[in-house]
Structures are given as C-alpha cells and as structure tokens.
C-alpha cells in the first residue's frame, strides 16, 4: 500500500516557535540622526544638541585618525620599520579608545553617535590619504597634520561646551582628546628631527 508523501508541512509547536529566530523584523528608527532624547541629566536640549555636534565632528575626525594609524601600522616601510610599526599601534589603541568614550559621551548626552564609514567619511576634516603605501616620514607628517587639526578643533568645543555648562564634555576634550592628542603628536614629530645617531 502506497503511503502519502505529499502531505502538508507541520505546522511549528509552541515550544519550537519560542526558540526560532524572528528575522521579519520591519525597519524603521527609533530616533533620527540629529534628534535629541531629553535626559534627567541638568542640561537643556539645546545645550545637548550643540555639544552632540560638536563631539561627532571631534569622534568622525578621531576615527579617522584611527584609521589612519592602522593603515600605517600595515605600511610603514624602512631602518625604523620597527619602532614605527609599534607606535603606531600603540597610539591606535589611544584612539580606539577616545572613539568609545566620545561615543558614549554622546549618547548619554541623548544624542546618535556617528558610526559607519560612509558617514565618517562624509564628515571628517581630514584629508583622505591615498590608498598605496607612502615613505615614513610622509606618514608621519600627514599623522602630525590629522592630530594638529584635531587639537585645535578640541580646544574651540571645549570652550563652547564650557560656556554653556556642559562640564562632563569639556572634560572629555580637555581630558582625553586634547591630552592625548597632544602627547601622541609629540612622540610622532620627534621623529621628523633630521638629528643623526652616530654624529653630534
């Protein structure tokens, strides 16, 4: 006796639908780009906004650079290969750093942080390197250029967000972004000093 092969497909218990990932998700955005969410956190939305502003141009520009230190941590080439390839890993994991508490300074100041590199790249001020490789003290010059321009823009949003009451983020750009900043471009130009290692 023939059996029946062509019967209808089960239908899930409710045990195995509880399990089952529900991947028809409808898209849509909890809050746009730009949007404020009011937080109890003392400051105005308006004050909000503008230091939201400021520090996603200052993380864009950070990311950037970022960016920038692995790409020549991949291509650095010559006598200092070495030393170079080091630190400049060693100052990418700084503003791998600096990236997460920008970003989280501000969603906790209820804005969106910029996140994607489209968006990056449609933001930053940083000139966009080529992509093959260049000599080192190219690299070096460029890197001093994309941390000189983050300084002085670090240095404008501290004092805006200070004059507004915005405490916390002044901290974050004085604290953190300038200091570091200013240290890293430090160890980078010490590096462009035409000083000879076996003659006075």
């Not at 195995?16 to 937080?39: C, F, M, R, S």
């Not at 390197?129 to 003290?137: F, Q, V």
């Amino acid at each position: 006796m023939a059996t029946n092969t062509s019967a209808a497909p089960r239908s899930m218990t409710e045990k195995e639908q509880a399990v089952q990932p529900n991947l028809d998700q409808p898209t849509h955005e909890t809050q746009k780009y730009g949007e404020i969410v009011k937080l109890p956190n003392g400051l105005s939305e308006a004050v909000c906004k503008t230091s939201v502003a400021l520090l996603n141009q200052c993380l864009a520009d950070t990311i950037t650079l970022r960016d920038m230190y692995k790409k020549h941590h991949w291509q650095v080439v010559g006598p200092t290969f070495n030393q170079l390839h080091l630190m400049y890993d060693q100052h990418y994991e700084g503003q791998v750093l600096l990236v997460d508490i920008l970003a989280e300074r501000i969603q906790l100041l209820g804005g969106i942080a910029l996140a994607m590199a489209a968006d990056i790249a449609e933001t930053t001020k940083i000139a966009r390197p080529p992509r093959g490789r260049e000599p080192a003290p190219v690299q070096l010059k460029r890197l001093a250029e994309a941390h000189e321009l983050i300084i002085v823009a670090a240095r404008e949003a501290a004092e805006k967000v200070d004059k507004s009451g915005d405490a916390g983020s002044n901290d974050v750009l004085v604290s953190n972004v300038l200091r570091t900043n200013e240290l890293q471009v430090w160890f980078l130009t010490e590096h462009l000093v035409a000083a000879s290692p076996v003659a006075a």
